[in-house]
Structure formats: C-alpha cells, structure tokens
C-alpha cells in the first residue's frame, strides 16, 4: 500500500470509530431518557434492546479501536494500541456521563 492509501484508510477509520462513539453516547441518552435508574435487568423489551445495542455499538468501537492501532501502527510502532484503551474509556464512561447530561440537562428550565 501507498503511504496516500494508508492515510486515506486511517483517516476512514478514525471518522466511523468517532460516529460509533457518538452513537454509544447517544444509546446511553436515550435510555436515561426511557427507563430512568439503574438496575440489573432490565424493565422491558425495550429496554433490553436498548442494552443489546449499547453492546453492539461497544464491541464495534472496540474493533475499530484495534484496527485504528493496526493502521497507525505501520507508520509509528510507539502509537500501538493508543485507541483500543481510549475505546475502552470512552465506552466505559458512555453510560455514566450520558445519565448525568441527561439528568442536567432534564433539571433546566424548558429541558426535556
């Protein structure tokens, strides 16, 4: 591969993990939103879809995480495994900081 390739595959790469990043933070919203609380199983249906997917979302951005590192490794083998740990805190404070923005953002005047 050209070094123009490579770029353009990391480049890619970077732009579908920050999507799935969002949309974890996004999952963790809108189950604050629907099923207020924490618990260990789920009230319903929905909200067990709404778990699954947060898994979903998870794994995949762990994934893309690891192949981010693959491709960043062939340049710089200091970079290596730099966004699987970063994948793994963002997706580890998904759920917490999407409650707490929901309970702030639900606690103003006029919030949802």
């Known amino acids: 591969m050209s070094q123009n390739q490579i770029q353009e595959t990391l480049t890619l790469l970077k732009k579908v993990w920050t999507v799935f990043a969002l949309v974890l933070y ?22 067990r879809l709404l778990w699954i ?25 200091s970079l290596a495994y730099q966004y699987l740990f970063l994948s793994l805190v963002v997706g580890g404070l998904s759920g917490p900081l999407g409650t707490v923005q929901y309970k702030i953002l639900a606690a103003l005047p006029g919030g949802p």
């Open 26 to 47: 996004y999952l963790a919203i809108q189950n604050e939103h629907h099923f207020p609380g924490q618990r260990e199983d789920p009230l319903g249906e929905g909200e």
């Open 53 to 77: 997917a947060q898994r979903v979302i998870f794994f995949g951005l762990l994934s893309l995480g690891f192949l981010v590192d693959l491709v960043r490794m062939r340049e710089d083998r």
